[in-house]
T-cell receptor
Framework: GAVVSQHPSWVICKSGTSVKIECRSLDFQATTMFWYRQFPKQSLMLMATSNEGSKATYEQGVEKDKFLINHASLTLSTLTVTSAHPEDSSFYIC????????????FGPGTRLTVT | GENVEQHPSTLSVQEGDSAVIKCTYSDSASNYFPWYKQELGKRPQLIIDIRSNVGEKKDQRIAVTLNKTAKHFSLHITETQPEDSAVYFCAASMGGNKLVFGAGTILRVKS
């Protein structure tokens, strides 16, 4: 149980374009999903928290207009990187949690984004 | 906000030996402490976790200890095997079910 998928697994895009990443909980309802960014050989940096049906909460320093997050259902959250630049190239990982009193987070496989 | 420090950054052990990774946290309100294992290019996998009402938890070769007073917790891996080689992250809970992660420890098990 507690399987989270992410799509695509990798994507290459040109500067100025937008990229959408999907995160799905396959066998449980995720009331909360988290989006992280991970640079090579570094830790997971939380970008934002999304709760189903409400606006995402962004961490300090994360541009909400650049990283659009939508959590339309209990099994799907999307992250759209708008007007991508090479410095946005990174490994983006989502995680899902099943309840407001549940701290356990289950991670997706990640999306490798390369902006050329 | 919460701050989690993790040591060591790299750890090499001989196969069969034990490995210990330590983390300290700053927020006394934190009450959930998971450990994740991440292999290169893959997702972090939850390997064990502990809550603040428990001092120790064990699952086969893996154990976690928590000292709430000192605000530190540790991961212990016994009888290490080459497949234990990976990056290990500790984390501590903060408000809103969020987790703050340590910087990670690269564990290398030499056969």
């Amino acid at each position: 149980g507690a399987v989270v998928s992410q799509h695509p697994s990798w994507v290459i895009c040109k500067s100025g374009t937008s990229v959408k990443i999907e995160c799905r909980s396959l066998d449980f309802q995720a009331t909360t999903m988290f989006w992280y960014r991970q640079f090579p050989k570094q830790s997971l940096m939380l970008m934002a928290t999304s709760n189903e049906g409400s606006k995402a909460t962004y961490e300090q320093g994360v541009e909400k207009d650049k990283f659009l997050i939508n959590h339309a259902s209990l099994t799907l959250s999307t992250l759209t990187v708008t007007s991508a630049h090479p410095e946005d190239s990174s490994f983006y990982i989502c995680s899902a949690s099943s309840g407001s009193h549940s701290y356990e987070q289950y991670f997706g496989p990640g999306t490798r984004l390369t902006v050329t | 906000g919460e701050n989690v420090e993790q040591h060591p950054s790299t750890l090499s052990v001989q196969e069969g030996d034990s490995a210990v990774i330590k983390c300290t946290y700053s927020d006394s309100a934190s009450n959930y402490f998971p450990w994740y294992k991440q292999e290169l290019g893959k997702r972090p996998q939850l390997i064990i976790d502990i809550r603040s009402n428990v001092g120790e938890k064990k699952d086969q070769r893996i154990a976690v200890t928590l000292n709430k007073t000192a605000k530190h917790f540790s991961l212990h891996i016994t009888e290490t095997q080459p497949e234990d080689s990976a990056v290990y992250f500790c984390a501590a809970s903060m408000g809103g079910n969020k987790l703050v992660f340590g910087a990670g420890t690269i564990l290398r098990v030499k056969s």
